[in-house]
């Protein structure tokens, strides 16, 4: 299995021996030894995916890495987040996603009638099994636990994943931008409850969510 490790904040280096990672196409950004590189199509696999992500007009194009030898990838300068899943699934905006391992599932899955990122639909990608992903924010992630006793609240412009047994749900609200007189309408937050974790990061992209 390919080894995940970060070199600072912003640069994701992979080592592999033969293995393969999925990554976000364009974002190798050097590598040494041998490496080949494919073009996949679509974000998720299977026609499900393909077709969801046309309806929902979201453009996730991924490529195949495959060698021996370590490959770096980066996007943007974002900030690079490491997860670790056993078995489990992660939830997490398409233009979040940087690698994962080959081995990983990834599909899409609906949210509820929501507004959506810059960029993103009604879907949500789905990383699933076992294995290492990458993802990025815009500024350190911050992972924030949900509970039974304390579920969270979170901005759809800074949410970027999360996992566990959380259930999500959308509700009216005011956003920070309301106040301050920058809200075009009526505002939406997104609420997790069950028992898992949250990724938010410290900007806010643009959204229809959270400024209708």
Same mark, same amino acid.
């Given at each position: 299995?390919?080894?995940?490790?970060?070199?600072?904040?912003?640069?994701?280096?992979?080592?592999?021996?033969?293995?393969?990672?999925?990554?976000?196409?364009?974002?190798?950004?050097? +590598?040494?030894?041998?490496?080949?590189?494919?073009?996949?199509?679509?974000?998720?696999?299977?026609?499900?995916?393909?077709?969801?992500?046309?309806?929902?007009?979201?453009?996730?194009?991924?490529?195949?890495?495959?060698? #021996?030898?370590?490959?770096?990838?980066?996007?943007?300068?974002?900030?690079?987040?490491?997860?670790?899943?056993?078995?489990?699934?992660? +939830?997490?905006?398409?233009?979040?996603?940087?690698?994962?391992?080959?081995?990983?599932?990834?599909?899409?899955?609906?949210?509820?009638?929501?507004?959506?990122?810059?960029?993103?639909?009604?879907?949500?990608?789905?990383?699933?099994? #076992?294995?290492?992903?990458?993802?990025?924010?815009?500024?350190?992630?911050?992972?924030?636990?949900?509970?039974?006793?304390?579920?969270?609240?979170?901005?759809?412009?800074? +949410?970027?994943? #999360?996992?566990?047994?959380?259930?999500?749900?959308?509700?009216?609200?005011?956003?920070?931008?309301?106040?301050?007189?920058?809200?075009?309408?009526?505002?939406?937050?997104?609420?997790?409850?069950?028992?898992?974790?949250? +990724?938010?990061?410290?900007?806010?992209?643009?959204?229809?969510?959270?400024?209708?």
């Amino acid at each position: 299995m390919a080894m995940f490790r970060l070199q600072g904040t912003r640069v994701l280096a992979v080592d592999m021996t033969g293995d393969a990672v999925k990554a976000k196409n364009g974002s190798m950004v050097a +590598y040494d030894g041998q490496m080949s590189f494919k073009k996949l199509t679509g974000g998720g696999e299977g026609l499900r995916g393909m077709v969801t992500r046309r309806l929902t007009g979201e453009q996730m194009a991924v490529m195949e890495v495959k060698g #021996h030898g370590t490959c770096w990838f980066a996007d943007r300068a974002t900030e690079i987040n490491l997860v670790s899943l056993r078995g489990e699934k992660l +939830y997490v905006e398409s233009s979040n996603l940087l690698v994962t391992d080959a081995a990983l599932r990834t599909g899409t899955t609906f949210t509820g009638l929501r507004g959506a990122s810059q960029g993103n639909g009604l879907f949500t990608t789905t990383v699933e099994g #076992h294995g290492q992903a990458a993802i990025m924010s815009d500024g350190p992630a911050v992972v924030l636990r949900v509970t039974p006793q304390y579920p969270l609240t979170v901005d759809p412009g800074a +949410y970027v994943a #999360h996992q566990g047994n959380v259930r999500q749900s959308f509700q009216s609200g005011v956003t920070f931008r309301t106040f301050l007189g920058e809200g075009g309408g009526e505002a939406f937050q997104i609420r997790f409850e069950g028992d898992g974790l949250v +990724y938010v990061q410290p900007s806010e992209r643009n959204t229809i969510a959270g400024d209708l």
